[in-house]
């Protein structure tokens, strides 16, 4: 953790009358938990603790919780296990080790029976001095100084300590002569240590860690793979609630017992089901339809706070929530813990119904899906987690360990071990073809690498036809934000071998032959090859603009002529790619000449498509085609999507603006109009650093080329990074969004000036927290 006081050790040579006092302490504990609940009134002589200053502000900023609400509330003591914090006790007396004897009574809050073999009761004496504080895998505590009445400690959990709310008891004893109890009256919270090397969670990285633990706001990649939008995501683990929401919800939704609190494998599942409502009642309610009412619209969420402040209010599931709700809200509660955690979207990603490791699309006589047989869906794009940790539980394969990023999906789409979750699944095996290690690596793999099989489909009794084989359509631009960049980073060669490589069939061999589905086969398409079709879209059409659909037909014979009749169809559907309401159809008949090329179009105009518009705004482009006197035919799908404009946010005098804390800025939010027709019932939300409860603005109406306008007085709280997010909805248009990423200047007070004993910070020091 690189401050003052840390990778402190233990020496194997322990005091053994020390281990006896803490053996007996808890067996105290364990026989009458009441016994030392409160001062013996008649033992005046016995040490009394008369306050107990937590250090909070030094604790906080070594430990790297000081952004958390409860911390700067001063409502919690938050530190991180694996690493020691300071105690600082005032006594009624001189303290005399040759006669007091002292001890800590660590237990967790919500554990009825806190068991010394469970790992949540432990009584720790403090040794003198703190040059050896135990092992990494131990309670520890050390005598820093002692002056008077006054007793300096260092206490250090194990670096596997239970990620929990903790409380703290301080016994005293005077020898012969009683004893006392001073419960403290502030909780402690212990977080995962991704700065500690023995937490199974560390991550070396020092930007990785700034990126994947303390930023608080992130991008999350939607749309299509041709045409990609980010969309900011508030964070928000500092936030007041959140982090006493996450620690709460380990216990009541995930159900871990508190001894298992401390595995970050555990926790992870645990958390891929808790964010789903589907087996648990968990934090957010799946709405996959256009139908809203009672609750939020996905789109209309610009981050985790106000879900998780809501459930933590309520403890009911919050309507209603889509794949980016869910991932943001992980991402939120993992950082919280202290998991680093990072936000995942795959486009085309591919949801396998039935474990065959292939997407099956069924087309009838008339070339129209057919929705009942075709149980497989490709999503525009899906979003998940990934989180950092160690897998000792996987053991060695052939490529080394199983550490590093793991695959959880808090979105419900297929149960694993009779709940709806995914992972955590390595992404090391995913990438070689590994679909049997835990947990459910197999449906990750098919989500990035499954083959796309479209099969002619007439009736019961007959054969099915394979029309086409595409091994290239699943998978695309797997993306997250990059480190410490507003801008995406592409890792999907992390997920799979390069598409078309020698590698990446050879792992998809590989798993296909671990899989036990048998989905049959019957005939192959003919391999007429003398006419060729493509499909082209135009991928950079704004809503409001007409777009066209075209397919290029080419006769490559240098002598034939071919007849080709087909259709082709524009459908709207929702991102998942189902629920598709037909938008237009257009067939055709070409006498393709000899060496000849042809172009079929059909134009789609804003007031033929905007009715039937889903709320992203994603269209299914379809081509079927038949070439007469052969047995070809030739089918293809595609995505795409209309671009929707940005929000415009102005700090202060634009773009050059001073932003310094405390100190009042205007801030000013724009959005222009960009339909054919009137907006009516427009509302802007607003979230930022300090903006406790997002911020709404009605905007009545914004006329045909006109603009909608906000502005409001805003007072940045601290010191550094910030980022300001925007949503905008109305009756004819949602789902439009924009950010302003900027600094935040310290007070010129608020400066520290170097004097050696103190890190370069933007953290605020305060003075010291002391706690009657």
């Known amino acids: 953790m690189g401050h003052k006081f840390s990778c402190l050790r233990r020496s194997k040579n322990s005091d053994e009358h020390s281990k006896s006092e803490v053996d007996s302490k808890l067996r105290m504990r364990t026989i009458n938990a009441n016994l030392l609940t409160a001062p013996d009134a008649g033992s005046s002589a016995v040490l009394g603790v008369q306050r107990v200053d937590l250090c909070l502000a030094d604790n906080h900023d070594e430990h790297h919780t000081s952004h958390f609400y409860a911390a700067a509330a001063k409502e919690a003591l938050i530190v991180r296990r694996g690493e020691p914090f300071r105690l600082r006790i005032y006594f009624n007396r001189d303290y005399s080790p040759s006669k007091d004897a002292i001890s800590f009574i660590f237990s967790v809050t919500d554990d009825s029976k806190p068991n010394p073999g469970h790992g949540t009761l432990t009584a720790l004496v403090p040794h003198d001095g703190i040059d050896f504080l135990g092992d990494p895998l131990e309670w520890g505590a050390g005598i820093e100084s002692h002056e008077g009445q006054i007793l300096t400690v260092l206490v250090k959990p194990p670096a596997t300590c239970p990620v929990t709310e903790w409380r703290l008891d301080i016994d005293t004893k005077l020898l012969g002569d009683g004893s006392r109890s001073y419960p403290l009256p502030l909780p402690i919270y212990i977080l995962f240590n991704p700065w500690c090397?023995?937490?199974?969670?560390?991550?070396?990285?020092?930007?990785?860690?700034?990126?994947?633990?303390?930023?608080?706001?992130?991008?999350?990649?939607?749309?299509?793979?041709?045409?990609?939008?980010?969309?900011?995501?508030?964070?928000?683990?500092?936030?007041?609630?959140?982090?006493?929401?996450?620690?709460?919800?380990?216990?009541?939704v995930g159900r871990i017992p508190p001894a298992y609190r401390g595995d970050p494998v555990r926790v992870a599942r645990a958390l891929s089901a808790l964010v789903n409502s589907v087996d648990d009642d968990g934090v957010l309610l799946g709405n996959w339809t256009e139908d809203f009412s009672g609750g939020t619209a996905p789109t209309k969420w610009t981050g985790s706070v106000e879900i998780l402040q809501q459930f933590y209010k309520t403890q009911k599931s919050v309507k209603f929530a889509q794949c980016w709700n869910f991932s943001g809200v992980l991402a939120t509660i993992a950082r919280a813990l202290g998991i680093p955690s990072r936000i995942i979207t795959c486009y085309s990603s591919a949801h396998d119904t039935q474990a065959s490791l292939t997407v099956d699309v069924f087309i009838d006589a008339n070339n129209k899906k057919l929705d009942a047989e075709t149980t497989d869906s490709i999503w525009n794009y899906h979003v998940w987690n990934e989180v950092w940790m160690q897998r000792p539980d996987l053991g060695i394969g052939q490529y080394g360990t199983y550490d590093g990023w793991q695959v959880v999906d808090a979105t419900p789409q297929e149960a694993s071990d009779n709940m709806y979750r995914v992972g955590p699944a390595s992404v090391l095996a995913v990438k070689h073809g590994e679909i049997l290690r835990p947990f459910d690596c197999g449906f990750v793999y098919s989500e990035v690498n499954a083959d796309k099989l479209y099969w002619r489909y007439n009736g019961p009794a007959q054969p099915l036809k394979l029309l086409r084989k595409d091994t290239l359509a699943i998978g695309h631009l797997i993306s997250t934000k990059a480190v410490l960049k507003w801008e995406r980073e592409d890792i999907t060669d992390t997920y799979k071998y390069a598409e078309r490589s020698e590698e990446e069939r050879s792992y998809m061999l590989k798993a296909l032959k671990q899989s036990r589905h048998a989905f049959s086969r019957y005939y192959l398409n003919d391999s007429f090859n003398e006419v060729e079709f493509s499909m082209e879209l135009k991928d950079d059409i704004k809503v409001g603009e007409n777009f066209s659909v075209v397919l290029k037909v080419t006769n490559k014979s240098q002598e034939h002529i071919h007849q080709a009749?087909?259709?082709?169809?524009?459908?709207?559907?929702?991102?998942?790619?189902?629920?598709?309401?037909?938008?237009?159809?257009?067939?055709?008949?070409?006498?393709?000449?000899?060496?000849?090329?042809?172009?079929?179009?059909?134009?789609?105009?804003?007031?033929?498509?905007?009715?039937?518009?889903?709320?992203?705004?994603?269209?299914?482009?379809?081509?079927?085609?038949?070439?007469?006197?052969?047995?070809?035919?030739?089918?293809?799908?595609?995505?795409?999507?209309?671009?929707?404009?940005?929000?415009?946010?102005?700090?202060?005098?634009?773009d050059n603006a001073s932003i310094v804390s405390q100190q009042e800025i205007d801030i000013i939010l724009r959005l222009t109009n960009p339909l054919p027709i009137a907006l009516h019932k427009g509302l802007f939300t607003v979230e930022g650093p300090g903006i406790e409860h997002p911020l709404k603005f009605k905007i009545p109406e914004v006329p045909v080329g006109g603009t909608a306008a906000a502005t409001f007085k805003y007072v940045p709280p601290y010191a550094g990074r910030g980022t300001m997010i925007a949503k905008f909805t109305s009756k004819e248009l949602d789902d439009v969004d924009g950010y302003k990423h900027y600094e935040i200047e310290p007070r010129p007070g608020d400066v520290l000036q170097p004097n050696g004993s103190h890190r370069s910070s933007n953290i605020i020091r305060r003075r010291t927290d002391v706690i009657p």
């Open 565 to 654: 009749t087909g259709q082709l169809n524009c459908d709207a559907v929702l991102y998942t790619g189902v629920g598709a309401q037909e938008v237009k159809t257009m067939g055709f008949e070409l006498d393709l000449k000899p060496n000849s090329t042809e172009f079929v179009r059909m134009e789609v105009t804003f007031f033929e498509y905007f009715e039937k518009l889903s709320s992203q705004a994603a269209f299914q482009i379809s081509a079927a085609c038949r070439v007469k006197d052969t047995d070809y035919d030739y089918y293809a799908q595609d995505d795409f999507r209309v671009r929707k404009p940005d929000i415009k946010l102005q700090l202060g005098n634009g």
């Open 197 to 252: 090397p023995d937490d199974q969670v560390y991550m070396e990285d020092r930007d990785k860690r700034k990126e994947y633990v303390m930023h608080d706001t992130t991008l999350i990649w939607r749309g299509s793979y041709n045409r990609l939008r980010p969309s900011v995501w508030k964070v928000g683990q500092f936030e007041r609630h959140v982090l006493e929401c996450s620690l709460r919800v380990l216990g009541t």
